[in-house]
């Protein structure tokens, strides 16, 4: 009786670790892959509770936040970052949604700005920057809403002690839920949103309440505050010297719009000219701003006045929680505890969404650069390598809020600078004088609070020079070990290219390699001489000349279109233009090989100078070691020795 094998554990393991990529990595697949099917989109109040799941649960630690850095003037701090929001970071994002529809953000923006590796260098930077932001998100908000759960009065004693742990769960437990599948539930933000805005319009109108009925309170604070620091320019100036540490305010705007492709927009939009979707991501990114501002402003002041300086600090009641410290003080333990309820589940949905982000940006760069291995292209590896991050990250920040402010905030303002110089220079480009003005002074607001942000909370950048360490040091492995991958999506002859093959398969297929000079007819009769006497080949034996133009060698993989011409009435040249010649002429030989059915035979100079240097110029510039990288290059794409095109060299 015959028995049918199991295939070994190990493979099945493999097999469902490298299953396909998330439906969320699936929207930006990369340059070449076949376009997705249109789909009809949200309305764009819907995909605004998508962004809100990170921009507003900030609200469960900003006051808090916002009080330890400004003391007394947390409101007036608080109207200073209202103020650079809707002026600064509001304007630049509407420009972004205006140069990326399709969700690119202000990183694209910049890589179309610089070419060749400086551009591909520069958006390694950013991306560890991005990096920051995404994971510190995914750890701050764990750690804020295992904050929430342990100050619960009906669960502090239990859980007194064991926040680290908690925090940990809660960022496995986000992993294990990708590893499962995560399909983007807009309808689960919207409702998770529309409770928590309503829970903390509740907590406002309280406080508010509160404070109005209890008029001394209003009295003593604007006493203390005077007393401390004399006038309102004293205050101001104040405000604006501590306005970088309150920058956590500012994040959700770079979600906002990567979610862009989410909005519906107008039936006649197409997907070079969505102008109702650009519209109506516009309507989501100010909504969404002025929303967070009034909620800003209103909790700033009344955890303010209600809530004692001491309970900010490290081990208060209300260090990162100051909502909620309201809630159970001025609603009650049961209302207080449906509030923190739904500030764990926004918070740790918030840590949803950046995982989201995290594995829609790296498969959007990362493998059209070669420098991501193949498996990064599925998303469970993914996940488990971001799971650990987090874990590190919890772990050397001891899952505190206030430890990783300043981490998260640096990677914000990295994010906002950029997007406001890309701004300026697209409004430049545009010829559009007063607005290249105006997002020039906002690139430079941005830029200072980033600089200041840094000088006295260097953590962030310790931690995005990490992540920028890790990710070079990973595509630069990645890249070498894919060095002799065949990078050519497609082979497209035109008529007269096609004319050649089809006239050299009825003999021998015979290619020369030819590096253009002056392209005379004496440069291709030499040619054609040197090769027949190094490989002691007839006079009659007849050539078809190879000339391949290096276009930007630091892309990973593009399409090829070969030219054919007779130059001289006498030679027959084959042009095309690629990324490297040794990948661009293997595509080309197996291209051949497969259309004819004949093997076809291509002839080398040995390339002169140091091999290691050469194989360098090759790595770096597409161009050095042809004829061996070449014939490296059909040996990966072509195993079968006897179906190989073969290679000459003499």
């Known amino acids: 009786m015959a028995t049918t094998e199991r295939p070994p554990s190990t493979g099945r393991l493999r097999a469902w670790m490298l299953e396909g990529l998330s439906d969320l990595a699936k929207q930006h697949p990369g340059p070449h ?45 608080t109207i200073v970052l209202v103020v650079v929001t809707l002026a600064g970071a509001l304007p630049v994002y509407r420009r972004v949604a205006e140069e990326s529809p399709r969700g690119e953000g202000s990183i694209a923006m910049l890589e179309r700005l610089l070419s060749f590796w400086k551009g591909k260098l520069f958006v390694l930077t950013l991306l560890g920057f991005a990096a920051t932001d995404f994971l510190i998100t995914i750890t701050l908000s764990a750690a804020d809403a295992s904050t929430h759960l342990v100050e619960n009065p009906h669960l502090t004693e239990a859980l007194q002690g064991k926040q680290m742990l908690i925090t ?10 990708f590893l499962k599948g995560f399909l983007e539930a807009i309808g689960v933000a919207v409702a998770l949103v529309g409770v928590y805005l309503l829970l903390n319009l509740v907590v406002v109108i309280t406080g508010l309440w509160h404070v109005i009925t209890a008029g001394h309170v209003i009295t003593d604070w604007s006493g203390a505050l005077t007393a401390e620091h004399g006038n309102v320019f004293v205050m101001i100036g104040v405000a604006l010297i501590v306005f970088p540490k309150l920058a956590l ?94 500030t764990i589940a926004i918070l740790w949905f918030a840590g949803a969404s950046a995982m989201a982000g995290l594995l829609n940006l790296m498969p959007r760069y990362l493998p059209r650069y070669g420098m991501a291995p193949h ?5 469970r590896p993914m996940v488990i390598v971001f799971t650990l991050v987090a874990f590190l990250v919890t772990w050397i920040f001891d899952a505190d809020v206030d430890k990783q402010g300043g981490a998260y905030a640096t990677g914000v303002l990295v994010l906002i600078s950029s997007a406001a110089i890309a701004v300026t220079i697209a409004a430049r480009k545009a010829g559009q004088r007063g ?13 200072y609070t980033t600089v200041v942000n840094v000088i006295e909370r260097p953590d962030g950048v310790k931690i995005g020079a990490c992540f920028i360490v890790g ?15 065949l990078r050519v999506t497609h082979v497209t002859l035109d008529p007269m290219a096609e004319r050649f093959v089809r006239d050299m398969a009825h003999r021998r297929i015979r290619f020369i390699a030819n590096e253009p000079g002056r392209r005379d007819q004496a440069e291709y009769r030499d040619k054609a001489e040197q090769i027949r006497a190094d490989n002691d080949m007839p006079e009659q034996e007849d050539f078809v000349f190879v000339e391949v133009t290096v276009t930007d060698p630091s892309e990973f993989e593009a399409g090829l279109t070969v030219r054919g011409e007779v130059l001289h009435d006498r030679y027959r040249v084959l042009t095309l233009e690629s990324a490297s010649i040794p990948n661009a002429l293997a595509a080309l030989l197996l291209h051949v090989r497969d259309a004819t059915g004949c093997t076809p035979h291509i002839y080398f100079e040995w390339t002169e100078g140091n091999p290691f240097a050469n194989f360098l110029r090759f790595f770096l510039f597409g161009q050095g ?18 179906r190989r095109p073969r290679v000459h060299t003499g």
């Open 625 to 642: 070691e042809v004829a061996p990288v070449t014939r490296e290059v059909l040996r990966e794409a072509e195993p079968d020795r006897d």
């Open 471 to 485: 990710i070079m040091l990973i595509s630069l492995l990645s890249r070498l070990a894919r060095a002799f991958e």
């Open 435 to 447: 607005w290249t003005l105006a997002f020039g002074a906002i690139s430079a607001v941005f830029l």
């Open 375 to 379: 498996w990064a292209r599925a998303v």
């Open 249 to 342: 305010g500012l994040s959700g705007f770079e979600t906002g719009v990567a979610v862009m492709p989410h909005v519906q927009g107008d039936p006649g939009d197409t997907d070079e000219r969505p102008a109702g979707r650009i519209r109506d991501t516009k309507k989501l990114l100010t909504t969404a701003a002025l929303v967070m501002s009034c909620f800003l402003i209103t909790t700033s002041f009344i955890t303010t006045l209600l809530i004692p300086e001491r309970e900010f600090k490290p081990g208060g009641d209300a260090n990162g929680r100051a909502l909620a410290y309201l809630a159970h003080e001025y609603l009650g333990n049961a209302f207080g505890t449906v509030y923190d309820v739904s």
């Open 33 to 77: 892959a076949e376009p997705e099917p249109a789909h009809k989109g949200q309305r764009w109040w819907r995909v605004m509770c998508l962004t809100g799941v990170d921009y507003f649960s900030t609200l469960g630690y900003q006051p808090g936040i916002a009080a330890l850095a400004a003391g007394l003037l947390s409101p007036v701090a």
């Open 168 to 177: 940990l769960c809660l960022v496995a437990l986000l992993g294990a839920v």
